[in-house]
Each structure stands twice: as structure tokens, then as C-alpha cells.
């Protein structure tokens, strides 16, 4: 049997981030998300 030991956590607090998820840096409605993705993946 093999039982993992490892955690995932916030590198910037050295919290882990289970039943609060990850904040998205920015906020949009899923029929919009793909234009926003895109924008922000193209930004210099």
C-alpha cells in the first residue's frame, strides 16, 4: 500500500487551499471567459 504524503499549498502564505479553491485574478461570466482569456493571454 502506498499512502501519499504530499500537500498542495499557497507558496506565498504556506497555507493549502482546500474548501476555498484558488481566487481568480479576474472575474467574468462563462459566456465571456474565452474573449477574456484571449485578451489577457495577448496583453504585453
Do not use: C, H
Given at each position: 500500500?502506498?499512502?501519499p504524503a504530499g500537500r498542495a499549498y499557497?507558496?506565498?502564505t504556506g497555507?493549502?487551499?482546500e474548501?476555498?479553491?484558488i481566487?481568480?485574478?479576474s472575474?467574468?461570466?462563462v459566456d465571456q471567459a474565452f474573449d477574456k482569456?484571449?485578451?489577457l493571454a495577448t496583453a504585453e
Amino acid at each position: 500500500m502506498l499512502i501519499p504524503a504530499g500537500r498542495a499549498y499557497d507558496p506565498g502564505t504556506g497555507r493549502n487551499w482546500e474548501g476555498t479553491g484558488i481566487v481568480p485574478d479576474s472575474e467574468v461570466l462563462v459566456d465571456q471567459a474565452f474573449d477574456k482569456a484571449l485578451t489577457l493571454a495577448t496583453a504585453e
